[in-house]
């Protein structure tokens, strides 16, 4: 065996030893977030989308589904899914603008509102209190990696970025993730 195949064995090993790493931290940030969502569920009656959808109607206003999607990083098919859930719940309403009759404004509804107020933190509040306590460089810090490995897993080959619109068109079980309801 020469020297360069053993760096190259010695290189491939090494590197999958780190994808390993990231695979199995990404396997506990995933069950992680679901058992957070469960409970949040359970405590609010709300997904986390739906209550990304609602803070996104809380702080933009009165709003259209494409800003929502944009806002909630989340399909436009799916924000209107959810939507449809709401609205059901009297948790929002919809309507048709004065000036252009094709455009369907949401906004929250007192329930909604409540609901709202109410809701706790997508993250769970252990986890949010864990986060204070880092300093702020290391908050930024971890802010940066999520974004990087979120960056990461959800860029085509070419580097372009993979949008939640696009998403759902590749997952064809998207529509039945207990999520997007």
């Not at 990083?73 to 859930?85: E, M, R």
């Amino acid at each position: 065996m020469t020297a360069d195949h053993a760096n190259a064995r010695s290189r491939k090993r090494f590197r999958d030893a780190e994808v390993g790493a990231v695979e199995k931290a990404i396997r506990r940030i995933v069950r992680a977030h679901d058992l957070q969502s469960r409970a949040l569920v359970k405590a609010s009656g709300l997904t986390a989308a739906q209550l990304a959808v609602m803070r996104g109607i809380a702080g933009l206003g009165e709003v259209t589904s494409a800003a929502l999607s944009a806002y909630a990083d989340i399909s436009a098919a799916t924000v209107v899914t959810v939507l449809d859930n709401l609205e059901e719940r009297d948790l929002i309403n919809r309507y048709r603008s004065g000036s252009d009759r094709r455009v369907v404004h949401t906004r929250l509804t007192e329930r909604g509102l409540a609901a709202l107020a109410s809701a706790p933190s997508p993250l769970g509040d252990a986890f949010l209190q864990r986060f204070a306590r880092l300093d702020a460089g290391e908050r930024r810090r971890v802010v940066e990696a999520a974004t990087r490995l979120a960056d990461l897993l959800s860029r085509e080959p070419d580097g372009l970025h993979i949008h939640a619109a696009d998403a759902d068109a590749v997952r064809p079980d998207s529509a039945s993730r207990p999520e997007s309801r």
